[in-house]
């Protein structure tokens, strides 16, 4: 068997390559440790979840936490159902919205050159180098002044805001990487600028799309703050307030909690599982000039 025929054999591995695999391993079970003891907590009993010493694995585990928030004809249930909606709909509202926004303003900070270009790109990304706590009291009185408190506008207007800095700058290195002689050729043969920009660079945009989306849904779907400020009335809680509810001054339920808490991360770690090479794609492709 000649040598192209045998395969090629790994590369030993050195010391700092060693070191780099042991300390990726203790972040993984620092990470994962958490979602572990969150998910046991959620099929423990109430008292097996406050013993001391920790029951680590649960004895006799149950599904009474999950029955309950499921339950629409309980008033816990309903009012999770109700929280998870809201959240749902919330996060997917500023999703589609940040996209349809972000499309348009990313391509035009690539393909075109107008006066002032630079300094507008830059002064989108000026807003993520201060923490929203500092943006907290004037939207409260901006959102007071337009009537959009306890609403669910005001959440996803805030999340637009807030969402679209980084989600135009992805979308920008993308489109960098996608060669404008392909729209000259589309040109050329007829079609317009808009219809070359939908029919050649949309379906080559599309991991930039998704990526932008993921990273949408995930900031608005755990969002604290502002929904924490916002969001007065029971009926239009999101789930990260909402989860709340099972805190009180008597008494704590921590096994409704992990388990609400489990549910709320499912959809997220779904989503991202699912689209995770666009993801991947979309960060690398941005990044490398071609």
Known sequence: MSDAATPRSRASVGPW????????????LFTLLPMVWMLLTSFKSGFAALQFPPQWWPKEPTLASYKKLLDPTSSVGADFLRFFWNS???????????VIVAVPAAYA???FDFPGRKFLFFSVLLRNMFPAVVFLV?????????????????LILTYLTFGLP?????LKGFYDNIPYQLEQAARIDGASR????????MPLSVPGI???AIYSFIGAWNEYIFAYTF???NDRLTLPIGIQRFFSESSSDFPGLMAASFMMSVPVVVLFLMLQRYFVRALTEGAVKH
Do not use: D, E
Not at 17 to 28: A, D, E, K, N, S
Not at 139 to 145: K, N, S, T, V, Y
Not at 166 to 170: E, H, S, T
């Open 88 to 98: 749902l709909f919330v996060s997917t509202m500023s999703t589609i919205l940040s």
């Open 210 to 212: 998704i990526a932008t």
């Open 166 to 170: 980084l989600a135009i700058w992805l």
């Open 109 to 111: 900070f690539s393909r």
């Open 138 to 154: 004037p939207l409260f009185i901006l959102m007071r002044l337009l009537g959009l408190m306890n609403t669910h506008g005001s």
């Open 194 to 201: 808009f219809q070359a920009f939908v029919m050649i660079v």
């Open 17 to 28: 390559g060693w070191v780099g695999r042991i300390f990726l391993t203790v972040m993984l």
């Open 231 to 233: 969001i007065n009335r």
